[in-house]
């Protein structure tokens, strides 16, 4: 095999624009499970077309420990997120994915408590998404506002991870609005 005979497959990978939910999408108030507690960050449906423009793949994944630990469940999850896709999608931003985990090793309540690959820091929300979507994650971006959400990014060989915080990290890229990642989505 040559790397002539793989760069039409290599060329055939998809981007994808990475977001974490609670405190990137919408304000984080703990555990939210209803639409009425949704505020949308500003600049977040600007942000989602500017990527979908330079054809990046729109994936939230998310950690739902509010699910593990009994305070809402799947179906509520579940309910709450397509009423944000529909938001998306009348945004000009359609999501593509949602991934979630609803675990936490020692908060979580029976099947809920437990270790998971797919709880960032874990990678094993990204990794699905990639082999579901054919993505390169060399070309990916991740916008997270946590540590955990920069370590899932590195430890799946995202290329560029930007922590969404009110003061610069030296250990990671950062931004303090969405509309600073804005120039990533410039042609």
């Not at 994650?137 to 060989?157: C, E, H, N, V, Y």
Request: with cysteine; charged share 25%; aromatic share 8%.
């Amino acid at each position: 095999m040559t790397f002539a005979s793989i760069l039409p497959k290599i060329r055939s990978l998809r981007k994808a624009l990475f977001l974490d939910r609670d405190g990137v999408i919408n304000v984080d108030v703990g555990h939210t499970h209803r639409r009425e507690s949704i505020v949308f960050i500003d600049g977040i449906f600007d942000l989602c077309r500017a990527a979908r423009s330079m054809e990046y793949l729109l994936i939230v994944v998310t950690n739902q420990s509010g699910i593990g630990r009994g305070y809402f469940s799947e179906d509520d999850f579940h309910t709450l997120m397509r009423w944000m896709q529909d938001r998306f999608a009348q945004e000009g931003a359609p999501l593509d994915a949602v991934y979630f985990c609803p675990h936490h090793p020692e908060h979580g309540l029976g099947v809920y408590k437990q270790e998971s690959q797919d709880r960032k820091p874990g990678p094993g929300m990204i990794l699905r998404a990639q082999q579901e979507h054919g993505i390169d994650l060399r070309r990916s971006i991740l916008i997270g506002d946590k540590d955990t959400d920069m370590q899932a990014a590195a430890g799946a060989g995202i290329g560029k991870s930007l922590l969404l915080a009110a003061t610069a990290s030296p250990q990671y890229g950062t931004v303090s609005s969405l509309r600073a990642a804005m120039p990533f989505f410039k042609p």
